[in-house]
């Protein structure tokens, strides 16, 4: 580990081995977003800032046994089980690594089981090549899905089909058929409509499936007065350690908040300070 890579170096370098890693652990996992996906074709190229993997929800333990093995430490907050449909993904970070790793249980907008969801994309994987070594990831029509949720995943309604439009220019016209029953596998029929129909495809009829309506207020904005009430409605014995680890934020999960909301970083006390002076105003 190094933190003298650039992070055009360190996100494909370290996609390779954190792979091989989960692999040795006996951990299947699949690289979704960043540059597997431009190499896949369905994501223009950019400057990633962290990598995303999948994982099977049975194997998140192993995997985090596996990662804290060789010093990757868990800097997103501790939620009840009972939110992981919302929680979605745990964040990792390494004190010699200059990116963060987000270590997905499930894909939000996917309404299917994740652990069905993921057998579904293990099966129909594929292979891209990134610093020059192979890994593994989804297979083009489920990259397309992908890229499309999470366009959409923290914006309101009235904006997904602005956003997928870019997703859609990427992806080839004969792809309907293929993307059509990509969203059924991963049931994501409703919440990736917009893509359908920008693709030219129909709007999904029928009744909504669980979840739907959560995915449509909500998207993966898991924060603020909402993820307070999903508390106290679905673990409320858990509400005195999520306030005390709240209150007591530990230094590391504090810099890195300040680092994804670009606030100069001077004490977990100030960040502590601004985090409920946000959740006051909202």
């Not at 989804?138 to 999470?150: D, G, I, K, S, T």
């Not at 080839?172 to 920008?198: F, M, N, Q």
């Not at 995915?215 to 858990?238: C, E, K, T």
Request: hydrophobic share 45%; charged share 20%; net charge neutral.
């Amino acid at each position: 580990m190094t933190d003298s890579l650039t992070l055009a170096e360190a996100v494909p370098l370290g996609t390779v081995y954190l792979q091989r890693l989960l692999d040795e652990a006996g951990v299947r996992s699949l690289v979704i977003k960043g540059p597997a996906f431009v190499a896949l074709g369905v994501r223009a190229e950019r400057r990633s800032n962290d990598i995303d993997m999948i994982v099977h929800p049975d194997d998140r333990a192993s995997a985090t046994e596996a990662l804290a093995s060789v010093g990757w430490a868990i800097i997103s907050h501790w939620f009840p089980p009972a939110l992981d449909d919302v929680i979605y993904s745990t964040t990792f970070h390494h004190p010699h690594y200059p990116v963060t790793l987000d270590l997905h249980h499930r894909f939000t907008g996917m309404l299917a089981p994740p652990a069905v969801t993921f057998e579904v994309m293990w099966t129909r994987r594929g292979v891209v090549e990134l610093a020059h070594h192979p890994v593994e990831t989804v297979c083009r029509e489920h990259a397309v899905v992908v890229e499309a949720l999470n366009s959409m995943k923290m914006i309101e309604p009235q904006r997904w089909r602005a956003a997928v439009e870019r997703v859609a220019t990427l992806a080839d016209e004969g792809d309907l058929l293929a993307i059509l029953s990509a969203v059924e596998e991963l049931g994501a029929r409703h919440t990736a409509s917009p893509l359908i129909t920008a693709l030219g495809g129909p709007a999904p009829t029928g009744p909504t499936p669980a979840g739907y309506d959560h995915w449509v207020r909500r998207g993966a904005r898991n924060s603020g007065r909402g993820l307070v009430v999903d508390i106290i409605r679905r673990a409320p014995q858990h509400i005195p350690r999520v306030v005390w680890e709240q209150l007591t934020l530990d230094p590391t999960v504090a810099r890195f908040w300040a680092d994804t909301h670009r606030v100069v970083y001077r004490s977990r006390w100030q960040i502590l300070w601004l985090r409920m002076r946000r959740a006051a105003r909202r």
